[in-house]
């Protein structure tokens, strides 16, 4: 007897990810971030954690003690 093998696809696997194209603030890279939680990004270059800023243009900016504090406390 054959069984069948069940394909799943990315989105099964990873969940609901977002990625962006940006520029990171800590390695000044042109690079893909990728969604941690809403508004927070990691850098696939470098691995720094950024947010994302909306002000008529989308920016990334370096995180403070208190969005630090805050990711610590989703994980």
Avoid: A, F
């Avoid at 394909?7 to 969940?15: A, E, F, I, S, Y």
């Avoid at 850098?43 to 720094?48: E, Q």
Wanted: hydrophobic share 30%.
């Amino acid at each position: 007897m054959v069984k069948k093998k069940k394909v799943l696809n990315t989105q099964d696997l990873l969940g609901n990810i977002h990625t962006v194209n940006g520029v990171c603030p800590e390695c000044q890279e042109d690079t893909v971030l990728v969604s941690i939680v809403s508004e927070y990004y990691r850098c696939v270059t470098c691995g720094y954690d950024v947010k994302q800023y909306v002000n008529g243009s989308i920016r990334y900016i370096r995180l403070d003690k208190e969005d630090i504090q805050w990711l610590k406390n989703q994980r």
